[in-house]
């Protein structure tokens, strides 16, 4: 590969000049390749902030525009809804996910009705936002159940898409979701659906701040590891693809982003497929609070992202979509 030598060859002379630097530059972002979590809140006129997420939000419905709007100005193309349920709501079976007026799917029908398909809807399937303990799943005799949650998450699925969300992301590393969601919806008219798998979940410490912000860290009982995956493997993570690519995703995600760049450079390289890493909640508090605290400065948030590209991903979720300016040059 190294096909001169010192002192004819001198690699510094491609680095000398701002202009020869951005011509030999192998990656760039723009603000298509982002998509913007949104936080929703029950109420009126809410605009709450999460303490462990600076400058990050939870809209009640008749605020979301405020957000949608920036994220629109700014050419993102995809927003994705998480939604703070009220305590009162949730109960061992999550039920509250099947309700048509819960948060999400009010939120759905509000930017729909508002924006048409001027931007893109992307919301998680899964139940944890639902359930009284905190799982993505069903538990039966202290077992998360995998074949029953499935059947909750493809009423969940139709739902969601009957209100007009335009991407399905099942959250949960339920097995065979992917195929039976994809089953129901063609068979119920949602050929148009995409499924964006979180195929290659791990079970992360890098979560924390997300489950203050939907509401369920200190509900949540025990830890994901029977269903999200062990941090110590990566050819797990190329059978989790194969399968869901096989059931019919669209899309696959990685999760989390940055301590995982290896997973996202070998599933890019392996399948060919879009690829989309999601920079978590964990790695945003770490950087905010970082630059916040004065210990590293904000360009740190643009080299935070760029790795994403660097590594193969498509697309990357991300807490700051709305907020990067760089990103715009
Ligand atoms: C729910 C879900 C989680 C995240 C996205 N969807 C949390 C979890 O699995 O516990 C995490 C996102 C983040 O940390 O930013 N299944």
Not at 92 to 118: D, F, H, M, P, R
Not at 217 to 236: I, P
Request: glycine share 6%; aromatic share 8%; net charge positive.
């Amino acid at each position: 590969m190294i096909t001169g030598r010192y002192p004819e060859l001198r690699l510094r002379r491609n680095r000398k000049y701002s202009w020869s630097r951005k011509l030999i530059q192998e990656n760039t972002l723009s603000p298509s390749d982002f998509i913007l979590p949104i936080f929703l809140i029950e109420g009126s006129n809410k605009k709450v902030s999460i303490s462990s997420m600076p400058e990050v939000y939870r809209y009640s419905i008749n605020r979301l525009s405020q957000v949608v709007d920036r994220a629109i100005k700014k050419g993102i193309p995809t927003v994705a809804l998480f939604p703070k349920t009220n305590n009162n709501l949730k109960n061992q079976t999550g039920s509250e996910s099947l309700n048509e007026n819960n948060l999400v799917c009010k939120a759905i029908i509000e930017i729909k009705k508002k924006y048409k398909n001027q931007i893109g809807i992307m919301c998680d399937v899964a139940l944890d936002p639902y359930t009284s303990h905190g799982h993505d799943g069903l538990i039966k005799s202290n077992k998360i159940i995998n074949d029953e949650t499935v059947d909750l998450l493809v009423n969940q699925s139709l739902l969601q898409a009957q209100m007009g969300c335009d991407i399905l992301a099942p959250s949960d590393m339920m097995d065979g979701r992917i195929g039976k969601i994809r089953k129901a919806l063609d068979k119920s008219g949602y050929n148009d659906v995409l499924l964006l798998s979180y195929a290659v979940k791990y079970a992360s410490n890098f979560y924390g701040p997300f489950r203050d912000a939907v509401g369920s860290k200190k509900s949540l009982k025990g830890n994901k590891k029977t269903y999200q995956m062990d941090f110590k493997n990566s050819d797990e993570a190329l059978r989790e693809v194969a399968l869901d690519i096989k059931e019919g995703a669209d899309m696959v995600m990685i999760k989390p982003g940055m301590p995982y760049l290896d997973i996202i450079k070998s599933i890019k390289e392996k399948f060919k497929i879009p690829v989309l890493a999601y920079q978590v909640s964990g790695e945003y508090s770490l950087i905010s609070n970082a630059i916040k605290k004065g210990f590293i400065n904000k360009d740190a948030i643009y080299e935070s992202l760029m790795a994403f590209k660097r590594a193969g991903a498509t697309a990357i979720i991300s807490y700051y979509a709305d907020r990067i300016n760089k990103i715009l040059i």
